[in-house]
């Protein structure tokens, strides 16, 4: 997998990441999008800076890098450093929001003492926060920690994911040992601070379905990238060749999409696209280090 996987050009491993292969699933269009423009300018709000705190503040204590208040801290100081003043938030609250939603995420992830743990270990393409190990079963867990600023209703929907079916067959291969089970550690902030760990198994029938389906859409994906397939371009990088198809069940799925005017306001007309959005510069991707076996 490693030796297939280091022939393959740098931003088509960013393009087969797990993450990145669930927002192609999500809307082709939009991860054409992405790469092509940056989205429009959105009023900050804090969703990502609090997750990005909580899970520092969990890389520090479940990774044994430091003491509890060496996690509190690292939690405040990513707080401080993604804050955009503003009316609305006020710095200290939400870095007393993020320590609480790091207790919580601690308080309901209940790890066993035997367990050995990896955490956020960068394998083939993608980075899973955190890898155990039940030493009796011998098989591995997978958790993922997801953070929201306000309760969401489909929770069910990571049955489903494409990134942690990726994650399964990655971790899977890079250790040779089964998975057994993904759990998403959910963080919600408001109006209360909570956080729940949902369980999902993998079934070995399970995991053949996935395989089939992944391997469908990383083939699309390199299709797409080999130009054998409908390619979103920029007007002066020759004829308009995006893919013809996006998934309008996607455009209110998140909130708004951010492609939601180029698409259907300017229908990717890339002149009228240049007055709300920037074309993205493009920028070097990072190489992929290769596993320690
Ligand atoms: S607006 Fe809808 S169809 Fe258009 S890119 Fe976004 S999700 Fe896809």
Same mark, same amino acid.
């Given at each position: 997998?490693?030796?297939?996987?280091?022939?393959?050009?740098?931003? #088509?491993?960013?393009?087969? *990441?797990?993450?990145?292969?669930?927002?192609? #699933?999500?809307? /082709?269009?939009?991860?054409? $999008?992405?790469?092509?423009?940056?989205?429009?300018?959105?009023?900050?709000? /804090?969703?990502?800076?609090?997750? =990005?705190?909580?899970?520092?503040?969990?890389?520090?204590?479940?990774?044994?890098?430091?003491?509890?208040?060496?996690?509190?801290?690292?939690?405040?100081?990513?707080?401080?450093?993604?804050?955009?003043?503003?009316?609305?938030?006020?710095?200290?609250?939400?870095?007393?929001?993020?320590?609480?939603?790091?207790?919580?995420?601690?308080?309901?992830? =209940?790890?066993?003492?035997?367990?050995?743990?990896?955490?956020?270990?960068?394998?083939?393409?993608?980075?899973?926060?955190? !890898?155990?190990?039940?030493?009796?079963?011998?098989?591995?867990? !997978?958790?993922?920690?997801?953070?929201?600023?306000?309760?969401?209703?489909?929770?069910?929907?990571?049955?489903?994911?494409?990134?942690?079916?990726?994650?399964?067959?990655?971790?899977?291969?890079?250790?040779?040992?089964?998975?057994?089970?993904?759990?998403?550690?959910?963080?919600?902030?408001?109006?209360?601070?909570?956080?729940?760990?949902?369980?999902?198994?993998? @079934?070995?029938?399970?995991?053949?379905?996935?395989?089939?389906? #992944?391997?469908?859409?990383?083939? *699309? !994906? !390199?299709?797409?990238?080999?130009?054998?397939?409908?390619? $979103?371009? #920029?007007?002066?990088?020759?004829?308009?060749?995006?893919? @013809?198809?996006?998934?309008?069940? =996607?455009?209110?799925?998140?909130?708004?999409?951010?492609?939601?005017?180029?698409?259907?306001? $300017?229908?990717?007309?890339? =002149?009228?696209?240049?007055?709300?959005?920037?074309? *993205?510069?493009?920028?070097?991707?990072?190489?992929?280090?290769?596993?320690?076996?």
């Amino acid at each position: 997998m490693s030796e297939l996987l280091a022939d393959l050009p740098s931003d #088509l491993k960013e393009r087969l *990441r797990p993450s990145n292969m669930e927002e192609y #699933l999500t809307c /082709p269009l939009l991860s054409a $999008f992405k790469r092509g423009w940056v989205p429009r300018a959105v009023q900050w709000t /804090p969703n990502l800076t609090l997750g =990005s705190a909580v899970h520092a503040g969990l890389k520090v204590l479940l990774g044994y890098v430091g003491d509890e208040d060496d996690a509190y801290a690292e939690v405040k100081r990513v707080m401080a450093e993604g804050y955009v003043p503003q009316e609305y938030w006020e710095l200290e609250k939400l870095q007393k929001l993020a320590c609480r939603g790091l207790d919580k995420a601690l308080g309901a992830l =209940s790890l066993l003492a035997r367990e050995r743990r990896v955490v956020e270990r960068k394998l083939y393409l993608g980075t899973p926060d955190l !890898i155990t190990e039940t030493v009796l079963a011998q098989s591995l867990t !997978i958790t993922d920690t997801k953070c929201h600023l306000t309760p969401h209703g489909w929770t069910d929907d990571y049955a489903t994911s494409l990134q942690q079916w990726a994650y399964v067959e990655e971790v899977s291969r890079y250790w040779d040992a089964p998975v057994e089970w993904y759990r998403i550690l959910q963080v919600t902030f408001t109006p209360k601070v909570e956080a729940e760990l949902v369980p999902f198994r993998v @079934t070995p029938r399970a995991r053949a379905f996935w395989r089939t389906i #992944l391997r469908d859409v990383s083939e *699309r !994906i !390199i299709q797409e990238y080999k130009g054998e397939a409908y390619r $979103f371009t #920029l007007a002066e990088e020759g004829p308009d060749t995006r893919p @013809t198809v996006g998934n309008p069940a =996607s455009c209110h799925r998140y909130g708004r999409c951010v492609a939601f005017e180029a698409c259907h306001e $300017f229908q990717w007309d890339v =002149s009228r696209m240049a007055t709300l959005y920037t074309p *993205r510069v493009k920028e070097a991707t990072p190489s992929v280090q290769d596993p320690v076996r």
